[in-house]
């Protein structure tokens, strides 16, 4: 297989081109090339006036490969194989069925894992399947009745389910094709496999978490909805079983491997493995907004005049400014044509992240813009005190909003200019709880609120538009990172042996995809133990 790169298209230009194109390349008559699929697509928008498309595609040709590349001499071109993924050997000698806590990305796929090799893993998820978590997802944001084990945090699919979706990830993992391709034969749109900037929305997330669920029960595995882990049994600091309540009841299972995959939101969780000894240290995390722009805007400072051509769909921005007041600002998980969401799980504390559907046709866009926060600004040395000042930070947006979970929210140019908002301009919130006009300074500590006004005015000179006086940030969101670390060693246990930290919430991974690979890495790390 050849792989060849930088292949252009014009954007109304057909994919069945590319066919010529990399034969041009390869200097054969492209009738000679019996398979070509594409490796990566991405919009090349550097020039506003020449936006268009650019390849990467994988040949198969009926033709001495290697012959084939020693006479094009292009460095467009190289020789390329096919990923293939290859399950481990199970050397792994107990009789009792490992244990995966939580049912997120993270441990979505080290089930999934511990499935195919024929473990037959338990999975508990302390929320509710799919649909009965929908409903009680739309209760919070439509009558304010939060549900604390059945909201936008926990439940079937994790965090992640109500979020874009994206599948974008700064780590370098040979587990990342892997993942991709288990969430498109689940249900996840084919674009994924080769888009620049995946994402699969949260309308379709839905059906990809379901389908891996049944996947994993087909293989033997189990997955129990509405299970809180409350304790773990040990012995001589060894894993003898966990404590898990069902409905009311309490169950103690047996078990020698648990795979903690609890997400960044399961607090009493981390409280209980602190009590139990696990060696927990303080993590940097960061707090900041959201903040709404008209998604045109947005469009037609990324894409000039081809903005709103049908091919590109709704633009989006990453952005970041480094060294303002010590420390760096940076725009994260921006959701285009997409929602700002209320996603508390604790109840007097008020919450934001945002999501898109796959088609991502809303009004607005919108992205988190975060500041990070060191443990030398956290309240003590506690390993848990980052935890108990987001907690802190959330507490006071709920008083601000007005204690029925409405958002504190204050136009840009207010924030700029340090007043309080009085009226929205001509960009509407979309928070589904709705919103109160106020200061922000009121719930966003100081040093992250004057890091932020010099980040917008910064971001304006890179993305016209970005300080949009009428544009809208509702605060806080907190929960971008896990603000601990679980510690574990180069077998990913923990010092409570048997154990093993995954994932977000355990400090580990950033991301839809970063968390799967590390749930990936852990069950390896099970399969590999053959104590």
């Known amino acids: 297989m050849i792989r060849v790169s930088e292949l252009r298209l014009e954007l109304d230009e057909d994919e069945s081109l590319l066919r010529k194109k990399a034969g041009k390349v390869l200097r054969t008559d492209p009738k000679y090339i019996e398979k070509l699929t594409i490796f990566k697509k991405s919009v090349d928008a550097r020039k506003k006036d020449d936006v268009h498309f650019s390849y990467t595609v994988d040949v198969t040709l009926g033709l001495d490969e290697t012959q084939v590349l020693r006479r094009c001499r292009s ?35 080290a089930g999934l894992i511990l499935a195919e090799a024929g473990l037959r893993p338990i999975v508990l998820e302390r929320g509710k399947d799919i649909q009965r978590r929908q409903q009680d997802v739309n209760a919070f944001w439509q009558q304010h009745i939060l549900n604390e084990e059945s909201n936008v945090q926990f439940g079937e699919g994790g965090a992640g389910t109500f979020s874009d979706g994206k599948l974008t990830t700064g780590i370098k993992s040979p587990f990342i094709r892997q993942v991709l391709q288990e969430l498109y034969e689940a249900g ?39 299970c809180r882990l409350e304790n773990l049994i040990l012995a001589n600091g060894f894993i003898h079983g966990v404590t ?44 900041g907004a959201r903040i709404e722009h008209p998604q045109k805007l947005i469009d037609k400072a990324q894409y000039g005049a081809f903005a709103g051509h049908p091919k590109l769909g709704a633009a989006d921005y990453k ?22 969401v209320a996603a508390a799980s604790e109840k007097g504390s008020v919450i934001v992240n945002g999501m898109s559907t796959l088609a991502r046709d809303g ?29 802190e930070i959330e507490q006071n947006a709920f008083a ?86 679980i510690l ?44």
């Open 319 to 340: 952005l970041s400014c480094h060294g303002l007041h010590q420390r760096g600002a940076y725009t994260f998980c921006m959701c285009p044509g997409g929602t700002v």
């Open 188 to 226: 996840a749109p084919e674009e994924i496999l080769y888009a620049a900037k995946p994402h699969i929305g949260t309308d379709r997330l839905a059906v990809v978490v379901q389908n891996i669920r049944k996947k994993i029960e087909r293989l033997g595995g189990e997955v129990r909805l509405e």
């Open 400 to 485: 601000l909003g007005g204690g029925d979970y409405r958002a504190p929210a204050q136009l840009v140019g207010d924030f700029l200019a340090d007043l309080e908002s009085r009226a929205l301009g001509n960009v509407q919130p979309t928070c589904p709880t709705g919103v109160t006009l106020t200061n922000l300074r009121y719930c966003l500590p100081d040093k992250v609120r004057t890091t932020m006004q010099a980040a917008i005015t910064e971001m304006d000179k890179r993305l016209h538009g970005f300080a949009l006086p009428d544009a809208v940030l509702t605060a806080p969101e907190t929960r971008s990172s896990s603000s601990v670390r």
């Open 488 to 531: 574990r060693d180069e077998f990913c246990q923990c010092n409570l042996r048997g154990v093993y930290p995954c994932g977000e919430g355990a400090g580990y991974a950033g991301g839809i995809v970063s968390a799967a690979v590390d749930g990936i890495k852990c069950a390896h790390a099970v399969l590999a133990d053959a104590h």
């Open 244 to 287: 898990y309540s069902h409905l009311g009841q309490t169950v103690d299972m047996e078990t020698d491997a648990v795979i903690l995959a609890i997400g960044h939101s399961a607090r009493d969780t981390v409280e209980m493995l602190y009590k139990n000894g696990a060696q927990i240290i303080q993590k940097p995390f960061s707090v």
């Open 75 to 109: 460095p467009k071109a190289k020789a390329a194989e096919e990923y293939k993924y290859t399950l481990p050997v199970n050397r792994r000698q107990s009789a009792f069925r490992p244990v995966v806590v939580g049912f997120g990305p993270a441990g979505m796929f």
């Open 363 to 391: 009004e607005n866009a919108n992205s988190a813009l975060l500041v990070g926060i060191d443990p030398v600004d956290f309240p003590s040395e506690h390993p848990l005190a980052g935890m108990y000042y987001q907690r």
